[in-house]
């Protein structure tokens, strides 16, 4: 009979024997050298999609939005500007900016126009989407990013708040999108990229305005997708965690006034510019949707799917003890 001890150094000799085979290390190089191949191969073809592209870019004056830009810039050839600048002091809350960048195939680099107007006034919408194709003749790829967060019980919440967070997150990108998809259509070429919310996938307690939002916009955008998919649209959905911008310090509240707090699970949320390049990479691969959160929110997705009741239990959980903290 053979002892523990003995099989433990059998198979630790075996295990070394694996280890030294002299065909291990070159199979090993091969295979990183091929991934890595395929890497590169998928960073030139992404950065030749975008670079030689007009760019919209909606809320492009602070957070994701202006770390997309400046990833943007990385990519153009080189002399041209390599940040993004606006006026931030000129216009806060809901009024918010595209950000275009023109690359040709011959190098020729455009400097970023910027185009104010109101995600929740149509009008203002239509006269911004008209100013653009005036300007540029096309857009290639509209990033719709712009948003609003928002944080309150449902029973406290005005109508007008639920309203606006609708008009501010999906109504403003619908009408948008919809205002330039045309002419994406008579091309038989565009690229329309939605940034929703993990939220968008499942709903958490005290955010029901904004994760209805991005419900919402889920919903659109898939629809959209299968629709225009003859006409060579591509759609892209990508749906973050928590990421480390000020969106909890301008979150709207029940009444409507300033949430103004950063948020613990904000403050630990992802680096933007990596979400950024995240998202850039998404758009060059022309994936349709994008997951970009931590382990425990992807895992929260099948979970409502799976074992709906023992979501709804966690939820509930979560509800009640953050109910308490504020109410203590």
């Given at each position: 009979?053979?002892?523990?001890?003995?099989?433990?150094?059998?198979?630790?000799?075996?295990?070394?024997?694996?280890?030294?085979?002299?065909?291990?290390?070159?199979?090993?190089?091969?295979?990183m050298?091929?991934?890595?191949?395929?890497?590169?191969?998928?960073?030139?073809?992404?950065?030749?999609?975008?670079?030689?592209?007009v760019?919209?870019?909606?809320?492009?004056?602070?957070?994701?939005?202006?770390?997309?830009?400046?990833?943007?810039?990385?990519?153009?050839?080189?002399?041209?500007?390599?940040?993004l600048?606006?006026?931030?002091?000129?216009?806060?809350?809901?009024?918010?900016?595209?950000?275009?960048?023109?690359?040709?195939?011959?190098?020729?680099?455009?400097?970023?126009?910027t185009?104010?107007?109101?995600?929740?006034?149509?009008?203002?919408?239509?006269?911004?989407?008209?100013?653009?194709?005036?300007?540029?003749?096309?857009?290639?790829?509209?990033?719709?990013?712009?948003?609003?967060?928002?944080?309150?019980?449902?029973?406290?919440?005005?109508?007008?708040?639920?309203?606006k967070?609708?008009?501010?997150?999906?109504?403003?990108?619908?009408?948008?999108?919809?205002a330039l998809?045309?002419?994406?259509?008579?091309?038989?070429?565009?690229?329309?990229?939605?940034?929703?919310?993990?939220?968008?996938?499942?709903?958490?307690?005290?955010?029901?305005?904004?994760?209805?939002?991005?419900?919402?916009?889920?919903?659109?955008?898939?629809?959209?997708?299968?629709?225009?998919?003859?006409?060579k649209?591509?759609?892209?959905?990508?749906?973050?965690?928590?990421?480390?911008?000020?969106?909890?310090?301008?979150?709207?509240?029940?009444?409507?006034?300033?949430?103004?707090?950063?948020?613990?699970?904000?403050?630990?949320?992802?680096?933007?510019?990596?979400?950024?390049?995240?998202?850039?990479?998404?758009?060059?691969?022309?994936?349709?949707?994008?997951?970009?959160?931590?382990?425990?929110?992807?895992?929260?997705?099948?979970?409502?799917?799976?074992?709906?009741?023992?979501?709804?239990?966690?939820?509930?959980?979560r509800?009640?003890?953050?109910q308490?903290?504020?109410?203590?």
């Amino acid at each position: 009979m053979v002892s523990f001890k003995s099989r433990r150094n059998l198979m630790r000799g075996r295990v070394m024997d694996w280890v030294t085979c002299p065909f291990l290390l070159p199979v090993m190089f091969s295979c990183m050298g091929i991934f890595g191949l395929l890497k590169l191969l998928q960073w030139i073809r992404m950065k030749a999609y975008v670079r030689n592209s007009v760019v919209v870019i909606t809320g492009a004056t602070s957070g994701l939005g202006k770390e997309a830009g400046s990833g943007l810039y990385h990519l153009c050839p080189p002399g041209s500007p390599r940040t993004l600048k606006s006026k931030d002091t000129e216009l806060r809350s809901l009024l918010l900016r595209f950000t275009c960048c023109l690359v040709f195939d011959q190098g020729q680099t455009y400097k970023p126009s910027t185009v104010a107007f109101d995600l929740t006034d149509p009008p203002s919408i239509a006269a911004a989407a008209s100013k653009i194709l005036q300007s540029f003749g096309y857009v290639d790829i509209l990033i719709n990013n712009a948003g609003i967060s928002y944080r309150g019980t449902i029973v406290d919440t005005k109508m007008d708040v639920d309203r606006k967070v609708m008009e501010t997150n999906y109504f403003g990108p619908i009408a948008l999108t919809k205002a330039l998809l045309p002419s994406m259509i008579k091309r038989k070429k565009g690229h329309i990229v939605a940034i929703s919310s993990i939220q968008g996938k499942y709903s958490i307690p005290f955010r029901s305005a904004y994760a209805a939002s991005k419900h919402a916009t889920q919903a659109f955008f898939d629809c959209l997708r299968a629709e225009t998919e003859h006409d060579k649209i591509e759609v892209t959905v990508i749906s973050p965690g928590y990421i480390h911008t000020n969106l909890s310090l301008n979150a709207i509240t029940a009444d409507g006034s300033k949430y103004g707090v950063m948020d613990k699970t904000t403050t630990q949320g992802q680096c933007p510019t990596m979400v950024a390049r995240n998202v850039l990479v998404a758009v060059g691969k022309k994936r349709k949707d994008v997951i970009l959160a931590d382990l425990l929110p992807s895992w929260a997705i099948y979970l409502r799917t799976l074992v709906p009741e023992l979501f709804f239990r966690i939820m509930a959980s979560r509800a009640k003890k953050e109910q308490k903290t504020k109410t203590s």
